[in-house]
Every structure is written in structure tokens, then in C-alpha cells.
């Protein structure tokens, strides 16, 4: 089996070649690339590899252009230390994913994962490339570090990192800062939530957005749901429904 890496650290990219060829001695690292710009000369000039080891973010750009600009059709492993809204992407769009640093287990568990799927892949390899186009387009999503308050003839930031909660009542829509400050804003709960990093929030339902570093504690409520209490005080329960129990509850361990 060929493989090919794409990596611009260096020492990882090594780490990396290391292992997989430690797994298996029919498994050849044919190169290791550190840029977009070089890894779509290399695919111009070369037939593709049987699997790709690739991180995302390069020196250069994104690693999703190179598949896109050189029409990549094989399956590609994600060696990532990117956030939880990209892990979640890997995992909807059936990609997989290794976490820096990266574990010897997992890589095996990985590339087992690939000889399960290898003939999806090649069955379906519109499909998949369609999968990375998806996800580019995810992960090309840039969130807010800060919201600006429109409070009478002032504008205030407040940083994202630093909002409890955000809530909504009576038609307002308010966040609470970590200095338990109220503020109201000019977005409606949707805006809110596309705004705001998924990796540090969660709707927990119709009412709150919730951020995790201010979760105090979380206790069973009856009829399978949740209630979540957050460090300070809240207008009312936060309650986790049966629906977004079991989400609620991965996003947790995250």
C-alpha cells in the first residue's frame, strides 16, 4: 500500500513515517509534503497514493485546496489538533481522524478503519470528494472573538470566551458576561449560535446557549433529561431534553 504524507512540521511528518511503516512493513511512504503548492505539483506529476496521512492547516493554506485544485480521489486521515466542530465534520462525513500527538493504537485503529471502508472508497469516489468539499466549507467558517453590545450611545465588546450564557425571553436576546453583567443584543438566538465556537457552546435548547467553562455540574431530571447547573446564577433551569440528551453528553467529553 502507498501512502503519502502532508505535513509542514517537520519532526511530526518523521514521527509519522516512522509508525506506519512500524505497523506494517507492506506499507510505503512514498514522500512527505509540507505545502499545498508542492503537494499539487507532486499530484500533477504522480499517480495517486492508495491513502493520504494529511494535516489541515499548512504553512500555505488549507490541505482541502490541494484536494480540491488536484482532484484527489482517495481517502484521506486527518492528523489534527484542530477543535471539536472539525472533529465532528471528520466524523459525519466519514473521514477519520488522529489527534496530535499522535497514538500508535489509534494510527492502527485507523488504517484498520481503511481496509474496512477501502472498497467505499473506490466505489464511490465522487461521493467522497463531494464529503471534502463539504467539510472545506465547514471549516471555512470563522468564529466571533468578540460580540459588540449596542448600549446607548456606546458599543461594547465582550469577549466570547468570557460569555456564561446567552438567553432569550420575551423576545430579547441577552448574553451574561463572566462578570455576571446582562447585556442585550441586536441578534436573535440563531445569529447567536452561528457566531459562536461549538467546541465552547452548546443550545441546550429553545431558551440558553451555554458555554462549558461555566458549567458547575450536570444532574438526571426525570423523564430522561438533564438539567445543567452553571456557575452563578440563571432566570431559570437549564434543562437538556431527550432529544439533545445524548449530544449534550459527547459534547461534554470533548
Known amino acids: 500500500m502507498n501512502v503519502l ?3 509542514d512540521e517537520i519532526k511530526t511528518a518523521k514521527e509519522l513515517k516512522k509508525l ?6 507492506g506499507i510505503r511512504v512514498l514522500t512527505i509534503l509540507s505545502s499545498v503548492k508542492s503537494a499539487i505539483q507532486w499530484f500533477k506529476e504522480h499517480p495517486a497514493p492508495d491513502l493520504i496521512f494529511s494535516d489541515i492547516q499548512l504553512a500555505d493554506g ?3 485546496d490541494i484536494y480540491q485544485e488536484a482532484a484527489v480521489k482517495v481517502p484521506v486521515i486527518f492528523c489534527t489538533a484542530f477543535d471539536e466542530y472539525a472533529i465532528r465534520a471528520f466524523e459525519a462525513n466519514g473521514i477519520d481522524y488522529l489527534l496530535k500527538p499522535i497514538d500508535e493504537d489509534k494510527l492502527h485503529q485507523s488504517l484498520e478503519k481503511y481496509m474496512n471502508f477501502k472498497k467505499l472508497f473506490i466505489v464511490q469516489p465522487d461521493d467522497y470528494n463531494l464529503k471534502l468539499s463539504s467539510l472545506a466549507s465547514q471549516l471555512d467558517h470563522s468564529f466571533k472573538r468578540s460580540i459588540l453590545i449596542h448600549f446607548r450611545d456606546q458599543i461594547i465588546p465582550v469577549k466570547t470566551a468570557g460569555i456564561r450564557f ?3 425571553a420575551n423576545g430579547l436576546v441577552m448574553l451574561t458576561d463572566e462578570h455576571d453583567h446582562l447585556y ?5 438566538m440563531e445569529q447567536m449560535e452561528a457566531m459562536l ?4 457552546f452548546f443550545r441546550a435548547n429553545r431558551q440558553f446557549i451555554i458555554n462549558r467553562e461555566f458549567i458547575q455540574n450536570i444532574e438526571h431530571y426525570f423523564n430522561r433529561r438533564l438539567v445543567v447547573k452553571a456557575k452563578g446564577e440563571t432566570p431559570e433551569k437549564i434543562i437538556i431534553g431527550k432529544v439533545k440528551y445524548s449530544d449534550f453528553l459527547k459534547w461534554m467529553e470533548f
Open 166 to 168: 446567552v438567553y432569550t
Open 197 to 200: 465556537d461549538p467546541s465552547q
Open 5 to 7: 504524507i502532508i505535513e
Open 62 to 64: 488549507l490541505s482541502f
Open 184 to 188: 442585550t443584543t441586536q441578534y436573535t
Open 20 to 25: 506506519i511503516e512500524g505497523i506494517d512493513d
